[in-house]
């Protein structure tokens, strides 16, 4: 998803990325380890630079105007906070506390974004461009991705099984396109991508591993040890994030 500057046709506040949401991908991969590392119990200068880490990232999303990379931030976040609370041995009372340090740190999140913004001039363009998610006709891409998923499930429907192999989403696409003049890459969500690839069965072995991933990593996240149980709560945090991404689109991927 890296490009050369020069073949930008301008500046952009996702870099050199040729796809905003691969940007806002990439930032959630760092952005979880480091709320996590913030919320740990290490030194107030690990914690305090990893907090603003996770702001700058939080800052980066919202300035990418990828929509999905927003909703996926948030349930990144929540999933670091609940990470972070299930591997804690601790007392009653500091498990009631932490569903309040997590309404703390969504609070903080979503208010230094919007001063940052509100600072930067560039408010009105962020929050134009989410409120396409409540009125699909603003923005053509929203509508057509919306076409396109739809394509996508009666392909799925036609070979629920197996699938129709990989990398074969342009060719077959074309009996079953709604709209005559697109001619879309992929499916612009991994779980019905690989559900149209690979059917059913294919389905199932990538739920199991993902699945065990995200097993594996609550698991070692109970260790006493609060560095490795806060990057093992990272990492899942990230895992969720990019799970939920995928959901609408294909975040690593052209």
């Known amino acids: 998803p890296w490009v050369a500057g020069s073949e930008l046709a301008a500046p952009a506040p996702f870099g050199p990325f040729n796809y905003r949401n691969h940007f806002a991908a990439w930032v959630i991969v760092a952005a979880m380890p480091a709320l996590a590392l913030a919320l740990a119990k290490l030194r107030p200068s690990a914690r305090l630079a990893a907090g603003g880490v996770y702001l700058l990232g939080a800052v ?31 007392s009653r009372p500091e498990r009631v506390r932490s569903p309040l340090v997590g309404a703390l740190v969504i609070t903080l999140t979503i208010t230094v974004v919007a001063a940052t913004l509100v600072a930067l001039g560039e408010a009105a363009s962020v929050f134009e461009r989410l409120a396409t ?23 799925i429907e036609d070979r629920p099984l197996i699938g129709w192999g990989l990398d074969t989403f342009v060719w077959a696409h074309l009996a079953y396109r709604t709209d005559p003049n697109g001619f879309p890459q992929h499916a612009h969500t991994v779980w019905r991508g690989v559900l149209r690839e690979a059917g059913l069965l294919g389905g199932a072995l990538a739920l199991w591993f993902l699945f065990g991933l995200g097993s594996l990593l609550l698991r070692g996240g109970m260790h006493d040890d609060p560095l490795d149980r806060a990057t093992r709560a990272g990492a899942f945090a990230a895992w969720v994030g990019l799970a939920s991404m995928a959901a609408m689109d294909f975040p690593t991927a052209s």
């Open 60 to 90: 980066g999303v919202a300035l990418s105007l990828s929509r999905s990379g927003v909703v996926a931030f948030l349930v990144g976040t929540l999933a670091a906070i609940l990470a972070l609370a299930a591997g804690t041995r601790a």
């Open 133 to 155: 998610f409540l009125d699909v006709g603003i923005e053509r891409s929203v509508e057509g991705r919306l076409v396109i998923w739809a394509d996508t499930l009666r392909m």
